[in-house]
């Protein structure tokens, strides 16, 4: 499903944010991953969705080679991996089923499509009645199960969640949680970067930690001590 090869990535003249990186994601795996501030969790994450170019190495994502890849293929393979961020990137004006709804008018999907399909993602995150509300009506966990919505709506077969817990409290941060795994049970590939280690903990998932730009462990059933 995903597959890097000695992928290395740097800015600038500076040293590398990522230095040769190999990591092997099987379909419908959940994976945790872990390490400090700066360490390129994010360059990564720009990698996979093709923000960013790696300086050297292989990558690729549901059988398609990033090294091939051209411009006019990238917003295909964006609707093949899912993102949602720690600040949950709403749009403010539009109610819930807005939100969730837009992710499909742009790529043209019809009315009656639209209303058949936003019911059920809405379902799938638990925010069921909730249709009506603005973003700010609503709580942060509950924010951020919209924004998960509005990134499965298009049944992506990967979903990278990036903090996605970084501004909640821990209850809702566990809400966010058990919808990834529902998710994931559903057979998407999820992607998690968090620093909460009690999350890492009892997820009891596969861990890859990464530190100065190289992956220092990667195991399954692992536990993470900072
Ligand atoms: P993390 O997500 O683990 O905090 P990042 O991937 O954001 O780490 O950063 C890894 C390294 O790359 C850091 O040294 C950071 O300063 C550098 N970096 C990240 N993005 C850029 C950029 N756009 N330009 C230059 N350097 C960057």
């Not at 949602?84 to 819930?96: A, G, H, I, R, S």
């Not at 058949?116 to 609503?138: A, F, N, Q, S, Y």
């Not at 992607?191 to 190289?214: A, C, F, M, P, S």
């Amino acid at each position: 499903m995903i597959l890097l090869d000695r992928v290395t990535k740097k800015y600038n003249r500076s040293g590398p944010a990522l230095e040769r990186i190999s990591l092997h994601v099987e379909p419908k795996e959940f994976v945790i991953i872990v390490g400090p501030s700066g360490a390129g969790k994010s360059t990564l994450l720009k990698l996979l969705t093709r923000e960013e170019k790696p300086t050297s190495g292989k990558i690729i994502v549901g059988g398609i080679d990033y090294e091939t890849l051209k411009d006019k293929e990238i917003p295909l393979l964006r609707r093949k991996i899912g993102v949602v961020f720690q600040d949950f990137k709403l749009l403010p004006n539009k109610t819930v089923w807005e939100n969730v709804a837009f992710a499909l008018e742009i790529v043209g999907m019809g009315n009656k499509e639209i209303d058949h399909t936003v019911p059920r993602v809405l379902d799938i995150v638990g925010l069921k009645g909730k249709e009506k509300r603005m973003p700010r009506e609503l709580s942060g966990g509950e924010r951020q199960r919209v924004a998960i919505a509005r990134a499965i709506v298009r049944q992506p077969r990967i979903l990278i969640a990036d903090e996605p817990t970084g501004n909640l409290d821990p209850k809702h941060a566990w809400d966010v949680i058990r919808v990834l795994e529902k998710i994931n049970r559903f057979g998407t590939t999820v992607l998690l970067t968090t620093h909460n280690q009690e999350i890492v903990n009892k997820l009891k998932r596969r861990v890859i930690t990464i530190q100065d730009g190289t992956v220092v462990s990667d195991r399954a059933n692992a536990e993470y001590h900072a």
